[in-house]
């Protein structure tokens, strides 16, 4: 019999920490981001307040649940009630505090100044325990070519929030924008890990591919590089798409080039561990009334539904009348199938006929078992 070949135990190691196979745990079904000038230790309860004061009036009940996201009506009842009780109690499940686009640029002492507010504003939100399980600044990028000015903000913001609330609380992330560069990945994680010396804490950050300039860099070993830092990597629809030279009207989520970009993500971090997270929709309701709410929650509905049948389990919200079409749709989406897909687990594990004619195969069932535990994880 021919021998092991040689190197295949390296190899096999490699491919193990390389692609870990670990069943998906939870991550957040949103991000919502708020510019630093207007953050406080009130954001996330004055955003619940507002999204359920627009689901209470706009949303009465299953048969408006049924008719604005098109829930059937047999999951519309379950649908509004997880909705009300979500709103309710967490809200905000990933908050990221904006010193980039949404905060513009601002004077140096300025800026400073809005760092140690968003400080004091963590650690009253810690203290209080207010703080979402996942929370963390977006600094500028170093593509903007003032570097000092990120990382100032980023070692402000960490260092202060140690110093006041006694330690780094968990869910800790930051946010890194418009990588156009490979070279300033590695520069931001060498600064991470500075800071890692000076704290005693592990620090991980997300990258944001907003650019068709960041598509041919993303690779699985991208990680191993960056010394298992990479947490994630969002898409940023509206600096792609412009990038890309599409007009205006043309700048969606749901537009054929934002597939592809999305497609290179899957593809480069497929079984890595590193998370995935789609964009936003920039609108809000035209007014208060019943027909621009229920509008824009159709729209936004419309592109959470992409992202979800795209196996993008993440988005962001920029507004609070998105949490209400964020968490009807994603519930609607996980209850949907959800008795089908265990039904053809337990047959498969029972060795049964699943009926209905389906021949289901070992991947489709570790697909089935990984959305059952996908929903477990979303819904409340």
């Given amino acids: 019999m021919p021998a092991v070949p040689e190197g295949f135990a390296g190899t096999y190691r490699l491919q193990q920490a390389r692609y870990p196979e670990a069943p998906p745990g939870w991550q957040p079904v949103h991000t919502v981001y708020v510019p630093a000038d207007r953050f406080s230790a009130r954001t996330v309860a004055e955003w619940g307040g507002q999204a359920l004061a627009l689901l209470k009036a706009h949303l009465a009940g299953p048969d408006e649940v049924a008719e604005v996201f098109g829930v059937p009506s047999g999951l519309a009842a379950v649908v509004h009630e997880m909705s009300v009780r979500k709103l309710s109690t967490e809200p905000v499940e990933d ?97 991470l890990e500075e800071l890692e010396a000076e704290l005693g804490v592990r620090l991980r950050f997300e990258m944001q591919v907003e650019a068709p300039q960041t598509l041919p860099f993303l690779r699985a070993e991208l990680n191993e590089s960056l010394g298992g830092r990479l947490a994630a990597a969002h898409f940023g629809v509206f600096d792609y798409t412009a990038a890309l030279g599409l007009p205006p009207h043309e700048q969606r989520l749901d537009h054929p080039a934002c597939d592809h970009a999305r497609h290179v993500m899957q593809t480069a971090f497929a079984g890595t561990g590193v998370e995935l997270s789609d964009g936003s929709l920039a609108a809000s309701p035209a007014s208060d009334r019943a027909a621009d709410v229920h509008g824009l929650w159709r729209r936004h509905a419309e592109l959470v539904r992409h992202s979800l049948r795209h196996g993008y389990y993440q988005g962001w919200d920029m507004h609070p009348s998105h949490l209400v079409s964020r968490f009807a749709t994603v519930y609607a989406f996980h209850l949907a199938r959800y008795d089908s897909y265990r039904e053809r687990v337990l047959a498969w594990e029972e060795q049964r006929s699943a009926g209905g004619g389906v021949m289901d195969e070992p991947a489709t069932i570790r697909t089935l078992a990984a959305a059952l535990r996908r929903a477990d994880a979303a819904l409340p």
């Fill in 95 to 191: 908050l990221r505090v904006d010193f980039e686009d949404g905060y513009g640029v601002r004077p140096g002492h300025v800026e400073d100044g809005h760092v140690r507010q968003a400080v004091e504003a963590v650690a009253a939100m810690h203290a209080a325990g207010a703080l979402p399980r996942r929370w963390g600044p977006r600094v500028k990028s170093f593509a903007d070519g003032d570097p000092e000015r990120s990382v100032r903000t980023l070692h402000g913001f960490v260092t202060g929030v140690v110093e006041r609330a006694g330690e780094l609380p968990a869910g800790f992330t930051v946010t890194f924008p418009k990588v156009l560069m490979e070279a300033y990945l590695g520069q931001f994680a060498g600064v």
